[in-house]
């Protein structure tokens, strides 16, 4: 099996358009990083952090107040209001927009390391047959299925790669650009106010982004190896990406957008303020999650191992 | 035979789409022989092909290869099998050397050294570091075999291996191939539109129309003697012929007839005792693609032409 990685990793990066797209991801966070520095320079960034503070604890306060928040949406609201009194008691300053620890605290890599991943998914296993190596490829003493397991190893190594270098990107382009500012990111655990390291929590939004990376890679993976064409499994994946959260937003009256795909794919919500539906909660997604891999991964290896090669 | 087969093909069928196309095939090859395989377009040489190595499923019977049966141990019975299928398309953005190295990793036991020796057995020291984006049909031929040739397979199927590769091309491959059966004691299994070619390179044939095995021959067999006759009139010829106990066929003006050396001085004396006008009579070697034409029909297309 490491033989057979060994082949994927190495006909992966033969392919120029690999080193392209590492690259890519280079230049993308470089700038990405330069435009908020400009934006930044824009602003005036005289106002108080305490004024900012107590206008939006007054905010949460009041909304709490009409009662009509519940669940997931009411226990969000109770502990942005405990975060904000604890900020206003012992004066703890929120991290500045424009500090190297708000980089490194939410870096965002997900979406870009997303896309690339989806393409090198979609054509690991259709580019074998666009190239006819099929044949040469599976005419070997090795079960299908160890075939397309490499590939699918491959594809997730390579999200990770990318996720990996786009964070160690994000941290040099953070130390270049960026002071290091005052202020610091709270949270609520047990029930009472803690702080958070920037490098911790900026490492767990990679691994919930890598979430959405490896179920839209699978999702591509199998659309990939089922029609053998890697154009119509970046189109879908791309169609799936995008369009999801406006499927959640037209269905979001319906028990059934509980369980749809596009309600999950994003797991860096449950650390924004956003709540997409009271009833849902992180273990819940990564159930449903869990249970549409399992699906597109059935679907995969039973088409790949049954298939006559007929091109 | 008295050498045990090493490639059996057991009652073989593969039906697609509720059409039989391969129908109880049954076939044995035996090492150091080189088996060709004819058939009209559509007759499911292909499709036997690859069954036998893998890229589908049979829908009956069985494949043994060296005591291994396909379908339980399927890892272990193709470890033995070299395959070119087609034309060998290789991964076109990499190195020669580096598509080898890719395959030597899917086999057991393939070291660097070996990969060395194959390639210079095929003659491609000079250009194996380079993109095969950059090799001639020829070399990519080349390159195809070898890589199947690097885990010493016990058996080798060819498909259609000599196409695109100029006449000393295949001359060579022809004699490799020789060399490795008696040598190695490899059996080779080669499928080819090119008659004359399997002619040269064959000890045995096997011929499939509408997936069946409608012939099975040495080729030594095959070299019977004819001769054409050319005389006139027609009719009273073809009459004396047949009175005489031969099979007359009407070839061009004439008839062709097999007849042994030593019959010729009579046949000659009857017919001219017959007052028939003799014009030519010569030896008349039927080809091998006369023969296949023969079995199969003439030209006419297999019934089951698919795809």
């Known amino acids: 099996m490491l033989k057979l990685l060994q082949n994927e990793w190495m006909k992966l990066w033969a392919k120029k358009g690999t080193w392209i797209m590492a690259a890519l991801m280079i230049i993308l966070i470089f700038s990405m990083s330069g435009i908020v520095k400009w934006a930044d320079g824009l602003n005036d960034n005289n106002s108080d952090w305490k004024t900012t503070v107590q206008g939006n604890l007054e905010m949460e306060k009041a909304s709490l107040d009409t009662n009509v928040l519940k669940g997931e949406s009411k226990r969000h609201a109770e502990e942005n209001v405990q975060i904000y009194e604890y900020r206003l008691a012992n004066d703890v300053a929120p991290l500045s927009d424009s500090s190297r620890e708000s980089m490194i605290y939410d870096p965002s890599v997900g979406s870009i390391a997303l896309l690339l991943t989806v393409v090198v998914a979609a054509g690991i296993v259709a580019s074998e047959f666009s190239q006819g190596t099929i044949k040469m490829l599976l005419t070997r003493p090795v079960k299908r299925w160890k075939i397309l397991t490499s590939k699918y190893v491959t594809v997730l190594l390579f999200g990770l790669l990318l996720m990996l270098i786009g964070f160690a990107t994000t941290i040099l382009s953070a130390y270049i650009f960026f002071p290091s500012g005052g202020g610091q990111a709270l949270t609520v655990s047990g029930g009472n106010v803690v702080e958070t390291s920037a490098w911790g929590h900026g490492f767990y939004m990679l691994l919930l982004s890598f979430g959405n990376v490896i179920i839209t890679a699978t999702f591509a993976f199998m659309i990939g190896s089922v029609f053998r064409s890697s154009g119509m499994a970046i189109g879908l994946s791309l169609f799936i990406y995008f369009s999801g959260n406006v499927i959640v937003v037209l269905l979001s009256r319906f028990e059934i957008v509980k369980y749809l795909l596009f309600t999950h794919m994003d797991l860096t919500v449950y650390e924004s303020d956003f709540v997409i539906n009271d009833a849902i909660t992180l273990p819940f997604s990564l159930a449903v999650l869990a249970v549409y891999l399992v699906v597109f991964l059935i679907v995969s290896y039973s088409v790949f191992t049954k298939r006559d090669i007929t091109a | ?307």
């Open chain 2, 1 to 307: 035979m008295e050498q045990n087969a090493i490639v059996e093909l057991k009652n073989l069928s593969k039906t697609i789409h509720g059409k039989k196309i391969i129908d109880d095939l049954s076939l044995q090859l035996y090492p150091g022989q080189i088996t060709g395989f004819l058939g009209p377009n559509g007759a499911g040489k292909t499709t036997t092909i690859r069954m036998l190595v893998g890229l589908m499923k049979k829908s009956g019977g069985e494949v043994v290869i060296d005591g291994q049966t396909l379908s339980s141990d399927f890892e272990e019975a193709l470890s033995k099998v070299g395959v070119i299928v087609e034309n060998p398309e290789m991964y076109k953005f990499m190195s020669g050397y580096k598509n080898l190295l890719h395959f030597a990793r899917m086999h057991k036991g393939v070291t660097k050294e070996r990969i060395d020796e194959v390639v210079k057995q095929v003659g491609m020291q000079n250009r194996i570091q380079e993109k095969v984006g950059t090799y001639s049909l020829g070399m990519r031929q080349r390159l195809g075999l070898a890589q199947a040739l690097l885990h010493r397979p016990k058996f080798l199927i060819l498909d259609e291996p000599t196409n695109g590769l100029d006449p000393a091309g295949i001359r060579e491959f022809r004699d490799y191939l020789r060399l490795i059966a008696k040598t190695e004691n490899v059996s080779v299994f080669v499928s080819s539109h090119m008659l004359s070619e399997i002619e040269l390179m064959c000890d045995r044939i096997a011929v499939i129309q509408n997936g069946k095995l409608v012939n099975l021959r040495d080729m030594r067999e095959a070299q019977e003697t004819h001769y054409y006759v050319e005389a006139l009139p027609i009719d009273k010829t073809s009459e004396l012929l047949t009175t005489l106990g031969f099979q007359a066929e009407s070839v061009n003006d004439g008839f062709v007839i097999q007849a042994e050396k030593t019959q010729v001085p009579e046949l000659v004396q009857d017919l001219a005792a017959a007052g028939i006008e003799l014009f030519a009579i010569q030896p008349h070697r039927k080809t091998l693609e006369d023969q296949f034409l023969e079995m199969t029909g003439g030209g006419q297309l297999a019934e089951t032409s698919s795809k």
